[in-house]
């Protein structure tokens, strides 16, 4: 691949200096002597026809003997006269030229030297010394790939000082040598966040290399070969190249109970959206996992649907009862209806158009405000009572890809980035979730981006295995406790889908008790699962999720089961558990049938981002205040 940079164009300029001024020595030689010999021949004619001159002093021209002959002889010692001098003249100056460039290029081009590329060995192109500037593709050790701008040597790698943009935002500025990062800082946004030397991160902040490799620019552009591509995506900033909408939420515990105990949580994260006009509120759940926002509706009267804030169309000036396809129905017209499948539940409903607003927004008389969207939508006619009735949300936002929506005047993620792009934003198919610890608030969904705050690491981008599907889907390339495989991903085909409305880690049957066996254990000394125990870890395309027993065990109790009156009695004691909480769910084909679902123990631990537009989910260490376990409430359960 030819780059062709700024010391590259300069050097050809240059190689063409000594021909281009030996050309135009020869073009003024010619005319001067053209100058001479018409001057003689004027002379000649004039003495000839004035007969004031001596004619013993002329020399009489002889007669042609053809045509080409009529001219003086003097012509062939005019012509050869001219070759040796201009020949002489063109080497003298292709003799003199590089002297007189290499000084020029050292007193009037010292931005082109640095004394930090000369150090670290570059090895320039041939020519006047000129280190060759360009912006290559490039990946660090593990994997992270960006743009790099700066020197590179004749093998076109990183060699000498210049800047890593990572895809994922992170910026890094400092030494390259061959191709690897040597010494520098990693910036997030504005701010230094690693230092590095001699290729190995240090563990504390060297205030002197951030000095010495300050970040100069948060939207500098690099220098681009003719045959690159560069996206959009890969050149925007980390959180957001316009303004974000985030959105509280609250997170919700239903208690599950079996004879009299406590077996296991579900939970569920809200937040507020507004539809209709005038805006009414209504809470929803935030789900990766379908593709429709669905209200009940006062055409519901059941009595899941009346626990809830029913949407009522008849309020609504800005309402539209139309199909599935968005053609109007006229009342009293037949209509479309739709049953939409969750994991424990079902709604039934119909379509209908209207304003949602987000961020609190409203409308402004008759036009859209920011944050205010016309979308299609389902309002409930039946809501089965699990898992709907238990919970305190009203209803479900889907934040599927088109595939899982009746179409993109349904989908949200469509519909919300044609209204964030009108306000400048390129990433308005970008979406944050961070999910804090049990117990702390914080939790939100970040529209438009995502928040860097809640990262403690950078992101690792992961493709949407069939995306047409509508899922959040990543391929599981492996799958092992403490280094020990687990057989059922062996042969290939497992995948994962991430899930905001999922309580637990979802596995299939046939790999539950495997993972239960390998996952179960005893409790560290201290009582609760926050210690030492196995690890699970999933190895995708660019990133491994590693769980602890503090992400998906609960501590669970043993107490002493009672003892029939006639049988000898267990003096035994129980012993108390870290118990896996798995749930099991097989789906067909397509998704199916080695397909896990990464729900709230992989939100929590991880920052997730959902890219619909690259078609691509980032993860990304969350930044917690603290660490807990799953739950700090301890399970009984009888031996």
């Given at each position: 691949?030819?780059v062709l940079t700024?010391?590259?164009?300069l050097?050809?300029?240059?190689d ?12 003024l030689?010619t005319?001067i ?19 004031k ?13 053809f045509?080409?002959?009529?001219r003086?002889?003097t012509?062939?010692v ?5 070759i ?5 003249v ?7 030229m ?6 020029m290029?050292?007193n ?9 590329s000369?150090?670290q060995?570059d ?7 000129l280190?060759?500037v360009?912006?290559?593709?490039m990946a660090?050790l ?14 076109n790698r990183?060699?000498?000082k ?5 895809d ?6 400092g030494d390259?040598?061959?191709g690897?990062m040597?010494?520098g ?7 230094p966040?690693?230092?590095?030397e001699e290729?190995?991160?240090t563990?504390e ?30 050149l ?8 974000t909408?985030?959105i509280p ?5 239903v208690?599950i109970t079996?004879d ?11 937040g507020?959206?507004?539809a209709g006009?005038p805006?009414?509120?209504?809470k929803?759940v ?6 429709h926002?669905?209200l009940?509706s006062t055409?519901c009267?059941?009595?899941t649907c009346?626990a809830h804030?029913?949407?009522r169309r008849?309020?609504?000036?800005s309402?539209?009862d ?6 109007t129905v006229?009342?009293?017209e037949?209509r479309?209806q739709i049953?939409?499948?969750f ?5 039934t409903?119909?379509?209908?158009e209207?304003v949602?607003c987000?961020?609190?927004?409203e409308?402004?008389?008759e ?17 089965s ?6 919970f ?6 889907g ?5 899982l ?9 469509d519909?919300?980035a044609?209204?964030?792009?009108q ?5 308005a198919h970008?979406?944050?979730?961070f ?11 970040t529209?438009?981006?995502?928040s ?12 949407v ?10 391929e ?5 406790v403490d280094?020990?495989p687990?057989?059922f ?5 497992c995948k994962a ?7 637990l880690?979802a596995?299939p049957t046939?790999?539950f008790?495997?993972?239960y ?16 125990g196995?690890?699970l ?7 491994t ?6 992400d ?14 006639f049988?000898?009695?267990d003096?035994?004691k ?5 118990r ?5 769910m097989?789906?067909p084909?397509p ?12 939100l929590?631990?991880?920052?997730t ?11 990304g260490?969350?930044k ?11 399970l009984?359960?009888?031996?």
């Amino acid at each position: 691949m030819r780059v062709l940079t700024n010391s590259t164009m300069l050097q050809i300029q240059l190689d063409f200096v000594p021909l281009a001024l030996g050309v135009a020595a020869f073009l003024l030689w010619t005319l001067i002597t053209r100058v001479i010999r018409e001057s003689v021949d004027t002379k000649t004619k004039t003495c000839a026809e004035g007969g004031k001159c001596c004619e013993a002093n002329l020399v009489p021209e002889p007669e042609p003997e053809f045509e080409e002959h009529s001219r003086p002889q003097t012509h062939g010692v005019w012509k050869l006269f001219k070759i040796v001098v201009s020949v002489g003249v063109l080497g003298l100056l292709c003799l003199a030229m590089p002297f007189t460039l290499n000084e020029m290029t050292e007193n009037q081009l010292p931005s082109l030297h640095t004394n930090e590329s000369q150090d670290q060995g570059d090895v320039n192109p041939p020519g006047f010394g000129l280190p060759q500037v360009a912006t290559v593709r490039m990946a660090d050790l593990d994997g992270d790939e960006g743009w790099y701008t700066g020197p590179v040597d004749e093998e076109n790698r990183p060699h000498g000082k210049g800047e890593l943009k990572y895809d994922e935002g992170t910026f890094f500025a400092g030494d390259f040598l061959e191709g690897l990062m040597r010494r520098g800082v990693a910036y997030t946004r504005s701010n230094p966040q690693f230092t590095m030397e001699e290729g190995i991160w240090t563990e504390e902040l060297h205030m002197d290399l951030v000095a010495e490799f300050p970040r100069e620019s948060d939207t500098k552009l690099p220098l681009v070969s003719f045959d690159q591509e560069i996206s959009v995506d890969s050149l925007s900033p980390a959180v957001s190249d316009g303004e974000t909408m985030t959105i509280p939420l609250t997170r919700q515990r239903v208690p599950i109970t079996q004879d009299g105990s406590t077996i296991h949580y579900k939970s569920a994260y809200y937040g507020t959206v507004s539809a209709g006009t005038p805006a009414v509120p209504y809470k929803v759940v935030f789900d990766t996992g379908s593709g429709h926002l669905i209200l009940p509706s006062t055409y519901c009267s059941s009595e899941t649907c009346r626990a809830h804030r029913r949407y009522r169309r008849s309020q609504s000036s800005s309402a539209r009862d139309i199909d599935h396809d968005g053609t109007t129905v006229q009342s009293g017209e037949p209509r479309d209806q739709i049953t939409v499948s969750f994991g424990t539940g079902e709604v039934t409903g119909v379509f209908v158009e209207d304003v949602v607003c987000i961020d609190g927004a409203e409308m402004e008389g008759e036009n859209l405000s920011p944050g205010c969207m016309k979308m299609a939508m389902i309002v409930a006619t039946d809501m089965s009572a699990e898992p709907f009735k238990a919970f305190e949300f009203d209803g479900v936002l889907g934040l599927g890809l088109q595939g899982l929506s009746q179409g993109p005047a349904f989908n949200f993620i469509d519909v919300m980035a044609d209204a964030i792009q009108q306000r400048g934003n390129l990433m308005a198919h970008t979406f944050g979730v961070f999910l804090a610890e049990d117990g702390q608030p914080g939790s939100e969904i970040t529209l438009g981006g995502w928040s860097q705050e809640r990262l403690d690491e950078g992101l690792r981008w992961n493709p949407v295995l069939d995306p047409e599907l509508g899922h959040w889907t990543v391929e599981i390339k492996h799958m092992h406790v403490d280094g020990e495989p687990v057989s059922f991903c062996l042969g290939g085909g497992c995948k994962a889908v991430v899930d905001t409305g999922t309580s637990l880690l979802a596995v299939p049957t046939n790999a539950f008790a495997e993972l239960y066996e390998l996952l179960r254990h005893t409790p560290p000394p201290g009582g609760l699962c926050r210690g030492e125990g196995p690890q699970l870890h999933m190895v995708l395309d660019s990133f491994t999720v590693s769980l602890g027993p503090e992400d998906y065990s609960r501590f669970e109790e043993a107490v002493q089961k009672p003892q029939p009156l006639f049988n000898p009695v267990d003096t035994s004691k129980p012993v108390n558990r870290c118990r896996p909480m798995l749930m099991t769910m097989d789906l067909p084909e397509p998704l199916g049938p080695k397909l896990f679902i990464l729900g709230e123990p992989v939100l929590r631990k991880y920052y997730t981002v959902y890219d619909g537009k690259s078609k691509r989910v980032g993860f990304g260490r969350a930044k917690h205040s603290s660490r807990g376990n799953a739950s700090e409430v301890p399970l009984m359960a009888y031996e």
